[in-house]
């Protein structure tokens, strides 16, 4: 009953409302995510002068401005770069980066690699809605097969990323994905991550009803949702004749929850461990 209740929570206390009125479009889950997020780190106690939230470029990266904390909005893909500087520099934050498909995983892959090789503690939110919206409904790494986009118009024939799997190949500790429309079940699982001693990443799949939903028909946000969850799949289609053939791996939704959770060393205290080392070998 607390989760429906939330408690004192109350996301105003958490937003720039003189931001407002914000630039979503009607039906957008960055919104949902937004307020999942807060509602975690309302659960979690955590000061806003104690919070920093590091985001990249998109609508994904833009809904870090609303956020009443340390903010800061950064150049594209590189959020995780900016805030492993952050995080080595301020142990004492609670760091979170904010990014979305094309910047996490695009022009932004390389750095989440090493985020997750270094499993610095930090938490990563990668907004997932198969597409560039702000940028004008561009296909990116996460745009499923045969959908419409203004740079696949004829559909898009490209195997996509299982984000959460790449994350986990590569080290990070704790690795989970949530739908939007499932709002108490991702604020937990945002919590868990925040709360995780180490490289934290979690996949949203939230949805861009303006620009991806409308050019493919996908009808209202939470439709979108559960069509993104059933369809989204990680090169596992072939092609027949001119035609994807993929049917067969679109009756399997994919997985939520916490998919990996392990205890690995800490990047930033073995670093500061490191650096007291050599500072001490000096003086001697
Ligand atoms: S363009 Fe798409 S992702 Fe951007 S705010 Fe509108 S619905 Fe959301």
């Known amino acids: 009953m607390d989760e429906i209740s939330a ?13 407002f009125p914000h630039f979503l479009c009607p039906g957008c889950g960055h919104g949902i995510a ?14 806003k002068n104690d919070l920093a939230i590091v985001s990249g470029i998109g609508c994904s990266g833009r809904t ?30 609670e760091v979170v980066v904010i990014t979305g498909d094309g ?9 989440l690699i090493h985020a997750c090789r270094r499993n610095l503690n930090l938490t990563c939110m990668m907004l997932n809605n198969e597409v560039y919206g702000m940028t004008g409904g561009q296909a990116s790494p996460t745009t499923s097969a045969t959908r419409y986009t203004t740079t696949t118009q004829s ?33 937990n699982l945002l919590r868990d991550a925040i709360a995780h001693k180490g490289f934290s990443f979690v996949e949203v799949l939230s949805d861009c009803t303006e620009i991806f939903g409308r050019k493919n028909d996908l009808g209202e946000s939470p439709e979108m949702i559960m069509t993104q969850k059933s369809t989204m799949r990680p090169a596992s289609y072939g092609v027949v004749g001119g035609n994807i053939v993929d049917e067969p791996f679109r009756a399997t939704n994919l997985k939520t929850g ?21 500072r001490a070998a000096r003086k001697s």
């Not at 408690?7 to 931001?19: A, K, P, Q, V």
């Not at 999942?36 to 979690?44: D, M, T």
């Not at 490209?158 to 604020?187: M, N, S, Y």
């Open 155 to 187: 559909g898009s024939i490209e195997p996509v990323f299982d984000a959460c799997a790449l994350a986990a190949a590569a080290g990070a500790g704790f690795v989970g994905r949530e739908v939007t429309i499932q709002t108490p079940a991702l604020k």
């Open 7 to 19: 408690d004192s929570f109350n996301i105003r206390d958490y937003l720039r409302l003189e931001l």
């Open 64 to 93: 870090g401005a609303y956020i009443d904390a340390n903010t800061f909005h950064v150049t594209h893909g590189r959020p995780l770069a900016f805030a492993t500087g952050l995080a080595l520099a301020r142990p004492d934050l």
């Open 34 to 47: 937004l307020r999942a997020l807060l509602w975690a780190i309302h659960e979690l106690g955590i000061d």
């Open 258 to 278: 916490i998919l990996t959770r392990t205890d690995r060393p800490e990047y930033g205290a073995a670093y500061r461990a490191h650096a007291a080392g050599i």
């Open 103 to 111: 910047d996490c995983l695009a022009i932004g892959g390389n750095h």
